[in-house]
């Protein structure tokens, strides 16, 4: 993977605990491997990505067990009961240095295609500060961050993430219609659901791991 500046970086956001799911979301079983390491395949099939980045916080010693990262490097938010924003945080200030662009997906996402985060990849114009894929004229994730919004997002506090942010700098939506979905698998009924639809192609072999943790501010 390039580590130049120039280079998109990939960030995975699963720090969360899953308290809607009703236990450990990030390792529910689907098509024969926990959930998250269906996102982490598809940055790790994209031909546009430079270095990936997992932030994980709630179980993250047991998820580094039980999950291959396909490359990503994992990140410990240790305020990761703040909410998104605090992931966020994490995961691009453990990319600014390397990157010029980061593109965020969340880890129960399993039907995002690394077609919807080329795409986003390509779509850049040198003018927009943010795009996000959009499925149907909804908008949704894949995002990808500017870095000229990375210090804002630095300031971001609560559960929304990027959601305001991206509506004041008004992100340019990339149409994804046929490159996958971005459905969230917050419940068991959505996890069923999910497994009803076929399976992704098979994955590259995984490489092991390297932990960050973020400091507290």
């Known amino acids: 993977m390039s580590t130049s500046t120039e280079a998109i970086g990939g960030l995975v ?3 969360g605990a899953g308290r809607r799911f ?3 979301k990030q390792l529910a079983p689907l098509h024969g491997r ?3 390491e269906h996102s982490l395949i598809s940055m790790a099939a994209s031909r546009r990505l430079g270095p990936v980045v997992v932030v994980l916080g709630a179980g993250a010693e047991e998820i580094l067990e039980r999950v291959p990262l396909h490359g990503a490097t994992p990140v410990i938010c240790e305020d990761w009961e703040e909410g998104q924003a605090a992931s966020l ?6 990319l600014a240095a390397r990157v010029s662009a980061i593109i965020v997906v969340l880890g129960d996402q399993p039907a995002i295609d690394p077609r919807a985060i080329d795409a986003l990849a390509g779509a850049r114009d040198g003018v927009s500060l943010a795009l996000r894929a959009s499925y149907g004229g909804r908008p949704g994730h894949p995002v990808l961050l500017e870095r000229g919004l990375f210090e804002r997002i630095g300031r971001l506090r609560g559960d929304q993430g990027a959601r305001e942010l ?3 700098v008004g992100a340019r939506e990339v149409p994804c219609d046929g490159l996958g979905e971005d459905g969230d698998v917050d419940t068991p009924a959505a996890l069923s659901e999910a497994g009803s639809s076929p399976p ?14 973020s400091p507290r501010p």
């Not at 992704?200 to 943790?213: L, Q, T, Y």
């Open 13 to 15: 956001l699963a720090a």
């Open 34 to 36: 926990p959930l998250l």
């Open 89 to 94: 945080r994490t995961g691009v200030a453990a």
């Open 166 to 168: 991206l509506a004041v």
């Open 22 to 24: 009703g236990s450990r």
């Open 200 to 213: 992704p192609a098979p994955a590259a072999p995984p490489r092991g791991p390297s932990v960050r943790r």
